[in-house]
């Protein structure tokens, strides 16, 4: 650390002593199936968040609801002038 500090090495002197504060963390890799059971394998919980947002961007839930954007046919005049 201190030859760091010496030959103005500041970005990997601060790293060092960053590493030094914080210690070792231990990430936890654990997911939860839709069964409710705990996944640990890397494979199953990649494979588990494929299908969360698949699930979620590719839901059917919001089909049936009328859409944002209308086709000019169904404007009525009426409606689409602004009113006071």
């Keep these: 650390m ?3 500090g010496q030959q103005h090495q500041t970005r990997q ?3 060092g002593i ?4 914080k210690g070792f963390k231990p990430r936890l890799k654990i997911c ?3 069964n409710r059971d ?3 394998e890397k494979d199953d919980i990649l ?3 494929k299908d969360h947002f698949h699930e979620l961007l590719n839901s059917m839930e919001y089909e049936n609801e009328p859409s944002i954007m ?3 046919n169904d404007i009525k ?3 689409s002038l602004p009113t006071v």
């Design 77 to 79: 005049e009426e409606d």
């Design 18 to 21: 960053n590493t030094l504060r």
């Design 38 to 40: 705990i996944i640990t």
């Design 70 to 72: 209308q086709d000019a």
């Design 47 to 49: 494979n588990r968040w």
């Design 13 to 15: 002197f601060y790293r």
């Design 2 to 4: 201190e030859e760091l």
């Design 32 to 34: 939860k199936s839709k």
